[in-house]
């Protein structure tokens, strides 16, 4: 079975901070991504990467930025934490063409 | 962007009845294309995958796959009120490993 673990599961950090979600998946996937998940909005992509070191912007990318240093790990970074990010913070990582396996989810809030 | 497009609901149904849930999507070349369950407060988990046109069984679960019509459709059989949950359609974008999702249906099975 396909594990994507989140580091926290809940998070409640200050306005400015600079906050790390990290996300780590067990089955060698080649893609990983990060989605923001908010009540009558549905599910937004971040960024997401196809390969270590590559990212590509998402829907909604400003005041985030990533990393992939490593093929499993795949960080989600705010650069300094605003209250409209306070949300539901999902990862999840697929192989080729194939269907998305998410961890359970970062519930952050920005105070 | 690339859209998809589901109800909202809510959509009630009776336990036992069949529940019948629909998704619309804008890109013609989209070839992969998936249902996931979502329990509040939870991250969605995948329940079905459809790639060709036609239908696929999975136990209670049937997707209905029409790309001539860019419309696949979720039908549950003898609803049990542990399936009330939010059920999200996601679509490949064409040509990408990029997944679209929609905003959801939410449906409650009333025993």
């Known amino acids: 079975d396909v594990k994507v673990t989140q580091s926290s599961r809940y998070l409640v950090k200050r306005t400015g901070e600079k906050v790390f979600l990290e996300c780590v998946q067990d089955?060698?996937?080649?893609?990983m991504f990060w989605y923001r998940q908010d009540p009558g909005l549905g599910l937004r992509l971040i960024y997401f990467?196809?390969?270590?070191?590559?990212?590509e912007k998402g829907d909604i990318p400003e005041g985030y930025s990533v990393s992939r240093e490593k093929k499993e790990r795949f960080s989600l970074i705010l650069e300094s934490a605003s209250t409209n990010q306070t949300s539901m913070y999902l990862c999840?990582?697929?192989?080729?063409?194939?269907?998305?396996?998410f961890g359970n989810g970062t519930r952050l809030t920005v105070t | 962007q690339k859209e998809v497009e589901q109800n909202s609901g809510p959509l009630s149904v009776p336990e036992g009845a069949i529940a019948s849930l629909n998704c619309t999507y804008s890109?013609?070349?989209?070839?992969?294309f998936f249902w996931y369950r979502q329990y509040s407060g939870k991250s969605p988990e995948l329940i079905m995958s459809?790639?060709?046109?036609g239908d696929k069984e999975d136990g209670r679960f049937t997707a209905q796959l029409n790309k001539a019509s860019q419309y696949v459709s979720l039908l549950i059989r003898d609803s049990q009120p542990s399936d009330s949950a939010t059920y999200l359609c996601a679509v490949h974008q064409g040509g990408s490993e990029k997944l679209v999702f929609g905003k959801g249906t939410k449906l409650t099975v009333n025993p």
């Open positions: 890109d013609r070349v989209s070839q992969s």
């Open positions: 990467s196809y390969d270590v070191k590559m990212k």
């Open positions: 459809i790639y060709s046109n």
């Open positions: 089955m060698d996937h080649e893609n």
């Open positions: 999840a990582s697929s192989d080729l063409r194939s269907p998305l396996h």
